[in-house]
């Protein structure tokens, strides 16, 4: 019996920490976008990557939110470092593209096949997705308009995916959340964005 409660002593310590271990790691989040990830013009520490995962944490979940944002990036350019972009195996990835193809007005039909590339990649890799949409500046006329919008909703009826219509719902055009070239949030602007979108993500990392 001496025997036994001295080894017992002697292993529970380790069977306690190899559990600790098993449910400790934290869900892996990639955040795949342009500037409006990256956080352009923001203070370190004010992105939009860092703020989810301290929203998360507030909420009792523990995740490692990956910036992944590039400024002025396309949805060209986000497929091409895909595939770089999961070399740190996510469970699930935010799909933030697209806003620069609008802003420099290239053909919508090109980035719903660039964003549709990526879905079907995430998919094949078995990694969960939340899309996030984007809208056309009205100036760029109705027919284009009505082709980049349709985009968005058209692709996660297709992939079956989570969608957030707009990732800049209740952000645009809002002088007090927007820095002063009126297209990049602010601090306060990303706490909206996180706020508005983290039901989502909570349901995305399936929590």
Not at 80 to 97: C, F, G, K
């Amino acid at each position: 019996m001496r025997r036994f409660r001295a080894l017992f002593s002697i292993l529970l310590p380790l069977i306690m920490a190899a559990s600790g271990q098993a449910t400790a790691a934290p869900v892996k989040i990639l955040a795949l976008g342009t500037s409006l990830t990256q956080g352009y013009g923001l203070p370190p520490g004010t992105e939009f990557p860092v703020q989810l995962q301290a929203a998360l944490k507030q909420v009792g979940i523990d995740a490692v939110v990956i910036n992944a944002g590039v400024s002025g990036d396309t949805s060209a350019g986000g497929l091409s470092r895909l595939d770089w972009s999961l070399a740190d195996h996510p469970d699930a990835v935010i799909v933030e593209l697209g806003s620069n193809d609008m802003l420099r007005g290239l053909s919508p039909a090109q980035t719903e096949k660039n964003l549709r590339a990526i879905l079907s990649k995430l998919k094949a890799a078995k990694v969960r997705v939340l899309l996030t949409g984007m809208r056309a500046q009205r100036n760029l006329g109705p027919d284009y308009v009505r082709q980049f919008d349709a985009i968005y909703p058209r692709l996660a009826k297709a992939y079956g995916v989570p969608f957030y219509p707009f990732i800049l719902e209740g952000v645009a055009l809002n002088p007090k959340l927007n820095q002063a070239d009126g297209m990049h949030p602010n601090p306060e602007g990303v706490k909206v964005i996180v706020a508005r979108i983290l039901p989502l993500v909570r349901k995305l990392v399936g929590r």
